[in-house]
């Protein structure tokens, strides 16, 4: 089964930009799935923020505004997330996920914090 | 984007009771609906795949049902493990949604 990890800075600055990666071990990146980023506010539901497969070829959420980039490396087996601009309403649990529709395997997830 | 709203939003059940929590699509969606449980400090777990297959390694008690617009995630002979939220999610367009959540506490 696919395990995945996030890492990152957990506190970033307001206006600030926001950088995850997600690590991949037990398939390839190059595997036949979509790789996915879903956050969730503290004390609130889930959010899908973006997907790449590992063409390159990527989906993000309309509501993040072209606040979102999320890219692959395919040498290092992960992918990445980095979200511009950010607020306090950025505050949340990010996790990374894969599945072709649904997510199958997830993250633990990492709590990112907005705050100066 | 496709809306997806649950009801209830929280219920509070016994032991070995059966519950049905119910999760309605704004728009068709054929059988891309997904059901998820997730407990209090972990990642959402998958349950249920396009309506009605159940995951790998979920507990029979689990089991799904329905198509275009209204969708059903039903748990028989509910367990003190399975309080936890619990929620639904489309794949039939983007981006994809979930519903707000259904929250169960075991009495």
Known sequence: QVQLQESGPRL???????????????????????????????????EWIGEIYHTGTTSHNPSLKNRVTISVDDSKNLFSLSLSSVTAADTAVY????????FGSWGQGT???VSS | EIVLTQSPDFQSVTPKEKVTITCRASQTIGI?????QQKP??????????ASQSFSGVPSRFSGSGSGTDFTLTINSLE????????????????????????????
């Open chain 1, 12 to 46: 970033v600055k307001p206006s600030g930009t926001l950088s995850l990666t997600c690590t991949v071990s037990g398939d390839s990146i190059r595997s036949s799935t979509w790789w996915s980023w879903v956050r969730q506010p503290p004390g609130k539901g889930l």
């Open chain 1, 95 to 102: 996790y990374c996920a894969s599945g072709l529709q649904w």
């Open chain 1, 111 to 113: 709590l990112v914090t």
């Open chain 2, 32 to 36: 891309a609906l997904h059901w998820y």
């Open chain 2, 41 to 50: 400090d972990q990642s959402p777990k998958l349950l249920i795949r396009h």
């Open chain 2, 80 to 107: 003190a493990e399975d309080a936890a939220t619990y929620y639904c999610h489309q794949s039939s367009d983007l981006p994809h949604t979930f519903g707000q959540g259904t929250k169960l506490e075991i009495k």
